[in-house]
């Protein structure tokens, strides 16, 4: 068996852009999944880094006259060839008469270190100026036509990269933690002041403006509105995987900072160390007495409700006990576990059901007993990315500032396949773990929109079962229970159809076999939840695959074996 001359259709994650998780097979886009989730998030990426999805922090990377504002200077989208692929799409700025200020500017806060990056290319007008707003410390010129630069300020670093045709691309790292605006700034010469007027009338060409958390200039990612932006995430390592999620809000405000939280025998000093996102922005937490020492805020939840608080921590003085849960005073302990945290960061996680409506969510040092009682020990810590959050298990870190944050779920499905899944029969293949158990049913799905036609995997309310349903032409050939799950472990499951003759394979093996006589059978949807409710699938997605015939027990062995 040739695994890609025999499939129809291969996911394998890898390519994505807004909107669109690209199959590996066809290569002509019938076979792509649509992407649906309408706000950013968070995956681990291939150097084990926390990152934001998409890490281009600016909306219309590339359509500078919608989102961006202008002054003094006016903008003609579709100009010149871009400097990536020689497309047809980078605009021309053409600067105002007049001796004015003469720039576009985009909203977007920042704290912390980042890097602008843009390809520019000189027209009639020479210089650029890449600043950041609200900040007077910060900024770099930057000659098109010589290929030069000059920073100025406390500006980390800048960078100006010949990449073809006259095109540069400029890069400008700075630390900041008043920042508002990103601008591009039309300026006299290399030594302009920063946000300078000019006399110019002349233009330049700009294409593809990114904005990322670090001090590295990421590979150009484009941007639309900066949502539907699939995650294929490497959290564990090997090969990159979709990541699909549920919504999940953080009720913890400043969660990498902790500014505005309540100490009791402690300090806190942010931006202290690296953290697991790469940057410097970890938070040092410091045992200042010789009682309990706390850092702690208050949120409201709901009498009843089961949340799980989590912490990404690291202890900077050998093997420190810290403790993390909630409570609404030390009269009435909600929930606490204390960890043994070591000098590698790691993430805990404690599951607390509520029996109030307001919770004091707290770091502390109590290695034993309950409350704010026991035996206290060190604490020196650096901690990152609190969250709180309403489910039974913690999910990819959101990241708040004055207001909670909430992260959509996520929606994979592609319709209209019906050419590439075999109608009479086939083969469906899926590399899959569930990343928890979930109080609602988790689905996979293939079928025809109705339950006449479905192929469908699920896992039950709270439960570590995988069930299965085949129903075929009204034809119920398979509903029942297939394996129990080890959570988060990936296992490889596959059903071959055909009249008389139907299996399911599991790492492996063998469990089921069938032989219901049916009619031919449409399938023309595939879809990670269930459509008919929209109840998500929940975990990572290793490969998906369909054949337009029922494998051979050999084939279908050789595909799953773990």
């Known amino acids: 068996m040739s695994t890609y001359d025999d499939a129809s259709l291969i996911y394998y994650p890898s390519g994505y852009k807004e909107d669109k998780i690209y199959s590996l097979k066809p290569t002509d886009g019938s ?86 990056s843009v390809y520019l290319k000189s027209g009639t007008h020479q210089f650029v100026q890449l600043l950041v707003g609200s900040d007077a410390s910060h900024y770099a010129n930057f000659d098109l036509v010589n290929g030069t630069f000059s920073s100025f300020g406390s500006t980390i670093d800048a960078t100006i990269e010949s990449v073809i045709g006259g095109w540069y691309r400029c890069t400008f ?102 953290s697991p996102d790469g940057t410097t922005n970890a938070t040092r937490i410091l045992r200042t007495g010789s009682v309990r020492s706390v850092v702690y805020q208050n949120i409201s939840v709901t009498n009843g409700q089961t949340y799980t608080v989590s912490l990404y921590v690291k202890s900077l003085s050998g093997t420190q006990n810290v403790r993390i849960g909630a409570d609404n005073g030390c009269v009435n302990p909600q929930g606490a576990e204390t960890f043994a945290v070591g000098e590698e960061w790691t993430r805990i996680e404690k599951s607390i059901t509520s029996t109030q409506n307001s919770w004091n969510i707290f770091i502390d040092n ?123 472990e990936f296992f490889k499951i596959a059903i071959a159809y055909k009249s008389g003759d139907t299996k399911i394979y599991v790492d492996g093996n063998l469990l089921i076999t069938r032989n219901i006589i049916y009619t031919t059978g449409i399938f023309n949807v595939l879809n990670f939840a269930n459509q008919f409710n929209n109840s998500p699938f929940e975990g990572q997605v290793q490969s998906l695959m369909v054949f337009p015939s029922a494998l051979s027990d050999t084939e279908l062995a050789t595909l799953t074996t773990i």
């Open 31 to 116: 076979g792509d999944l649509t992407f649906t989730r309408a706000s950013s998030a968070t995956r681990v990426n291939a150097d084990g880094l926390i990152e934001q999805v998409p890490y281009n922090l600016v909306q219309q990377s590339n359509t500078f006259n919608t989102t961006w504002i202008p002054s003094g200077l006016s903008r003609t989208a579709n100009t010149i060839a871009n400097p990536l692929n020689g497309a047809v799409n980078a605009y021309t700025l053409t600067l105002n008469s007049g001796t004015a200020s003469k720039f576009i500017t985009q909203p977007i806060s920042q704290s912390g270190v980042y890097t602008q």
């Open 173 to 274: 790292t700075y630390n900041t933690s008043t920042g508002q605006d990103v601008y591009i700034w039309a300026v006299n010469s290399l030594s302009s002041a920063r946000a300078a007027s000019t006399s110019s009338s002349g233009d330049f060409y700009i294409y593809g403006f990114q904005l990322n958390i670090g001090s590295t200039a990421k590979p150009y990612f484009p941007t639309t509105d900066r949502l539907n932006v699939p995650r294929i995430d490497y959290t564990g390592g090997g090969c990159g995987k979709l990541l699909l999620e549920s919504q999940r809000t953080n009720l913890a405000l400043y969660n990498i900072s902790f500014s505005g939280w309540s100490t009791i025998a402690s300090t806190i000093t942010a931006n202290y160390g690296i």
């Open 366 to 488: 109590v290695e034993s007993g309950i409350g704010c009682t026991g035996t206290y020990g060190a604490l020196d810590i650096l901690a990152y990315g609190f969250q709180a959050e309403l489910g039974s298990y913690s999910t990819s870190l959101i990241n708040t500032t004055s207001t909670a944050v909430t992260r959509t779920q996520d929606a994979a499905f592609k319709t209209g396949i019906s050419s590439l899944i075999g109608q009479t029969e086939g083969t469906i293949f899926f590399n899959v773990n569930y990343k928890q158990l979930s109080t609602t049913a988790r689905f996979i799905t293939i079928s025809n929109a109705t339950n006449s036609n479905l192929v469908q995997f699920y896992t039950s309310a709270n439960s570590s079962t995988l069930r299965g349903y085949i129903a075929i032409n009204g034809t119920i050939i398979f509903d029942g229970t297939i394996k129990n799950l080890n959570i988060s």
